[in-house]
């Protein structure tokens, strides 16, 4: 019991600046898991998955005019927050995602049907030229251009 009365004794003596807190023990809270946006973890993933569903149920990405604010309006976010969730979430920026979606969808529809024309494709997902089409295209299939791809798939079909 001694030994308690001095260490609450100890802890009342002013530093040598005045200040009684710094004596204090320190007790920490557990408080949630937050990222450097200020965002819990589990609100993240939260916005992470509506974002998919925006981008894969509802295939926003597939309207040229897409753009970030867009998608921040159907979220519900400030648009700076939308992009540092995606670039934190998804590990690329804005017009990355969705021009990876854009992508994804143009390789099934080569793949489901040999009749479409290229540029039909790039306009159903969600591109205006084909500069841009041909470029995110190659990004994202290993430096395929549409053409390689159909040409590759052809040559598959053919030995199948």
């Known amino acids: 019991m001694k030994s308690l009365s001095k260490k609450i004794h100890l802890t009342q003596e002013r530093n040598p600046d005045g200040d009684y807190r710094s004596q204090l023990p320190k007790i920490r809270l557990k408080e949630p898991s937050v990222d450097k946006n200020g965002v819990s973890k589990e609100l993240a ?5 509506r974002i998919i569903t925006e981008l894969e149920i509802n295939e926003h990405y597939t309207n040229s005019n897409f753009k970030m604010e867009d998608l921040s309006k159907l979220i519900g976010l400030p648009k700076h927050q ?7 979430e998804f590990g690329m920026d804005f017009n990355s995602l969705v021009n990876k979606y854009r992508i994804e969808r143009a390789r099934e529809l080569f793949l489901s049907q040999s009749d479409f024309q290229i540029s039909d494709v790039m306009y159903d997902v969600g591109f205006n030229n084909s500069t841009t089409f041909n470029r995110a295209f190659k990004k994202y299939t290993d430096n395929l251009t549409p053409t390689d791809f159909l040409a ?8 199948s």
């Open 45 to 49: 993933r939260d916005i992470k998955n």
């Open 82 to 88: 939308t992009s540092k969730i995606i670039n934190q």
């Open 152 to 159: 590759i798939q052809g040559a598959l079909y053919q030995n």
